[in-house]
């Protein structure tokens, strides 16, 4: 990773306001180890910094969030002790101090729809679509964690549709359900509402924030609690034949032919 993959500045929207760009615009945004890694160094610093307010995560280019994961990377490692290494960093993510937002404009997939679910607040354009098209495309699974916090944004019905249906679903469903504070019509509306946003949690009270996120974390944290045995059984997906076949077949850009 180039130091340009993950962009930080620091007050420029308003002091003790952190943002965070995804810039592999080629990619769609898609994470890397390295950038996951350059997280999990900004979520510890945030975790004992007090001048920091807020952290707003978008991504780049206008197409993407995030666009999921780099799935070379899952090759070079054991896939499920990687899963258990991002879900750290989610975690890391739902428990900082700061108000933490996802702008999303464009398709947060996957990995970008993990990270945009673990923010306290989701805004977007009403051309974004969100989803785990999983089954269709990679033959892998989530994390239980995952699933519950899918669940518990968007609700279970629409949950069971991204991935039981492999279907995205549009920024008016998500808005429509609570997963999103507001549904805006382009990249200058959605700008001004995490201004406005920003703006109302710069001048309010921390205390109240940080005792409301830290109930909402304990609370998040019982509900989502991972089943005993789910490692095992994410390594038996990953060395399984349709994870093999998935990245076969995204790697060469055709459509995957799972087992029947």
Not at 144 to 160: D, H, K, M, N, Q
Request: aromatic share 6%.
């Amino acid at each position: 990773m180039t130091a340009e993959h993950l962009l930080i500045d620091r007050d420029r929207l308003a002091p003790g306001v952190v943002e965070v760009t995804f810039n592999r615009p080629e990619r769609r945004n898609a994470f890397t180890k390295a950038m996951y890694e350059r997280m999990r160094q900004l979520c510890g610093e945030l975790a004992a910094d007090d001048t920091a307010r807020v952290l707003v995560l978008r991504g780049a280019g206008g197409k993407a969030f995030a666009a999921g994961n780099e799935i070379s990377d899952f090759l070079e490692t054991d896939a499920a002790s990687y899963e258990r290494w991002i879900g750290e960093l989610l975690q890391m993510i739902a428990g900082l101090p700061q108000v933490t937002i996802a702008a999303v404009d464009g398709v947060c997939v996957g990995g970008g729809l993990a990270v945009a679910t673990h923010c306290d607040l989701r805004v977007a354009t009403t051309g974004s679509r969100f989803g785990y098209p999983i089954a269709r495309t990679l033959g892998n699974a989530l994390s239980a964690s995952v699933v519950y916090r899918c669940a518990s944004v968007f609700g279970e019905p629409l949950t069971r549709e991204m991935l039981l249906a492999s279907r995205l679903v549009s920024a008016d469903r998500a808005y429509a359900v609570g997963a999103l504070v507001a549904a805006v019509p382009d990249a200058e509306a959605l700008e001004a509402e995490v201004a406005a946003l920003v703006t109302g949690i710069t001048q309010a009270s921390r205390v109240t924030l940080q005792v409301t996120k830290s109930q909402l974390l304990v609370r998040a944290r019982g509900a989502e609690a991972a089943p005993a045995g789910e490692e095992e059984l994410l390594r038996e997906v990953y060395t399984g034949p349709d994870f093999a076949e998935g990245v076969r077949a995204f790697l060469a850009k055709e459509q995957p032919a799972f087992g029947r």
